[in-house]
């Protein structure tokens, strides 16, 4: 019955975890402008973040060891050195974009302007990344989360066209007023949004905090492949709630408050409350989720002591990251950058560092040093080795797309 409830339990934080500001915002962009059209780069981001989850997930089962000490040891210090820099300028990028996201949501319920907020919700994230345990960050959080079920309870409010949203989706046609290259802009995106790799740093360092072994490989598997496709709906949800509501009226969502819109013409105070509160445990969870990929990536590349359960006077380097890393970012934002912008900057930068942060992933999980009997099989390697195509793809792409279009403009 406890590993019932631990697989049951697991598959809710990563539902409620899944969706973070980065997916909240572009699939609102795009379902506004796209309609459900570029549903498809969600499904095929969710299969991919499968993927190599489970593989960082049974690498920190068969091996103790985290995905950074791993590749530094495999590829070499050079390799690991690019991989480390660029993770680490995505994952500081969405460190920013997430504590930007708590001060907004918090914002749309005070009405208090977000530069005030914004030192509190750091010294929040700070207080949790350093006292509080990995069941109130994974299952509080994550279960708040799980308030963004409000937006497929709109969707079905607002009455949609089923088969309109259907057709749309299984077409894959861009708008005739949307031009091929925005189209592709913001397929990367999506699919940037859907592959973040803080999530993988986060859930391979997790598994090695919390001492996993094979008995908890099914449990893994199960909170992978059952919770980030039912997170990919949310992410749908929102999307389609955009097309539904804001479409017709040819609104481009720029903010938090347009995201959270049509739940409001759906569901009145009630369902924009829920909304919020969906809002604000989302990018908080994802805040702390980041925060703490910063820390174990630097810590596990230069080997120094690191971990939550670890004792801080015990860990004070790994500490000392999460204090600068939050200071930085709440630094940034003081300046009155638009976190927004700084979502849809992470997003792409995710794009451009998926390969150098999977390919590694892929190396190590068909190590049969490290992996045993656990090592990757036929179907594991087939969907990497699709899947790392894809990325590459995708990194080369970013940028170019980014400067044609001006951020998808």
């Known amino acids: ?51 190599f989850a489970e593989m960082s997930g049974r690498v920190a089962v068969c091996s103790k060891r985290a995905t950074f000490d791993l590749v530094r040891e495999r590829l070499g210090p050079r390799i690991g050195l690019l991989n480390l820099v660029a993770s680490l300028i995505v994952t500081a990028l969405t460190f920013v974009a997430e504590i930007g996201g708590v001060a907004l949501a918090l914002a749309l319920v005070s009405s208090v302007n977000e530069l005030l907020i914004i030192p509190l919700v750091g010294l929040l994230v700070w207080l949790v990344l350093w006292r509080a345990k990995f069941s109130l960050m994974e299952n509080v959080l994550g279960l708040l989360g799980l308030a963004l079920v409000v937006f497929a309870v709109a969707l079905w409010k607002l009455g949609p066209d089923w088969s309109e949203l259907g057709h749309q989706l299984l077409t894959a046609d861009k708008p005739a007023d949307e031009t091929w290259t925005t189209y592709a802009y913001y397929s990367v995106a999506l699919f940037g949004a859907a592959m973040t790799p803080y999530e ?46 804001l479409g017709p009226l040819a609104i481009d969502v720029a903010s938090l408050s347009q995201v959270a819109l049509p739940v409001g013409i759906a569901l009145g105070k009630v369902g924009l409350a829920v909304a919020l509160i969906g809002f604000v445990a989302a990018t908080f969870g994802a805040a702390c989720e ?78 049969k ?34 400067v044609i279009t001006g951020m998808g403009a």
Not at 27 to 50: E, P, T, Y
Not at 202 to 229: C, I, Q, Y
């Open 1 to 51: 019955m406890k590993r019932l409830l631990s697989v049951a339990l697991g598959i809710l934080t990563a539902i409620g975890g899944f969706v973070d500001i980065g997916d909240m915002v572009v699939n609102a962009q795009v379902g506004a402008r796209f309609d459900l059209s570029l549903g498809l780069v969600v499904a095929v981001g969710v299969i991919g973040i499968c993927v």
């Open 200 to 245: 993988v740093f986060f859930f391979s360092s997790g598994g090695v905090e919390e001492h996993w072994t094979e008995k908890d490989l099914g449990t893994m598997r199960a909170n992978v492949f059952v919770g980030f496709p039912l997170g990919g709906l949310l992410s749908l949800a929102i999307a389609g709630c955009a097309s539904v509501a």
């Open 290 to 367: 980041t925060g703490l990929s910063t820390g174990y990536t630097l810590a596990q590349y230069f080997g120094f002591q690191w971990g939550k359960y670890v004792r801080p006077g015990e860990a004070t380097r790994f500490h000392l990251v999460l204090v600068v890393a939050t200071f930085l970012a709440v630094g940034v934002l003081m300046t009155g950058v638009d976190p927004i912008l700084v979502t849809e900057a992470s997003v792409v930068g995710s794009a451009v560092a998926l390969p150098l942060t999977y390919f590694p992933i892929l190396v190590v999980a068909n190590d």
């Open 369 to 402: 040093d490290y992996m045993g009997a656990h090592r990757n099989g036929l179907v594991a390697n087939l969907l990497g080795t699709i899947y790392l195509v894809l990325v590459c793809v995708a990194a080369v792409a970013a940028i170019p797309l980014l």
